[in-house]
């Protein structure tokens, strides 16, 4: 089983980037995905949820109308796309997948089934 975020790196205030994270090992199609970031001192937050289907989708207030997270299952993965990218949006992004049969809510917190490995994200001003 592997959860692995990807596409993190350095770039511009106001530029843009497309986090993805990947699966293998487990029936993707059937799981609820997760963004969180963590940034340098701050706690571990979730920023961004999508339903196993796509249907449904949730973001934190501070990247609501410029991160759009998207999904793929035949690719099996996850994507988040980050427009006007702010210093404040430098952290380690990570996702993280629930089973549909442990919740009725496509965006429950942690603990999670799976937790990916993070990417890194800097922006600089």
């Known amino acids: 089983v592997q959860l692995q975020a990807s596409g993190g790196g350095l770039v511009q205030s106001d530029s843009s980037l497309r986090l993805s994270c990947g699966a293998s090992?487990?029936?993707?199609?059937?799981?609820?995905v997760a963004w969180y970031r963590e940034a340098p001192g701050k706690e571990r937050e979730r920023i961004a949820c999508i339903s196993d289907d796509g249907s449904n989708t949730y973001y934190v207030d501070s990247v609501k109308g410029r991160f759009t997270v998207s999904r793929d299952n035949a690719k099996r993965s996850v994507y988040l796309e980050m427009n006007s990218v702010k210093p404040e949006d430098t952290a380690v992004y990570y996702c993280a997948a629930d089973h549909t049969h442990h919740s009725h809510n496509f965006c429950p917190g942690a603990p999670h089934d799976y937790w990916g490995r993070g990417t890194l994200v800097t922006v600089s001003s």
């Open positions: 090992g487990f029936q993707f199609g059937s799981y609820y």
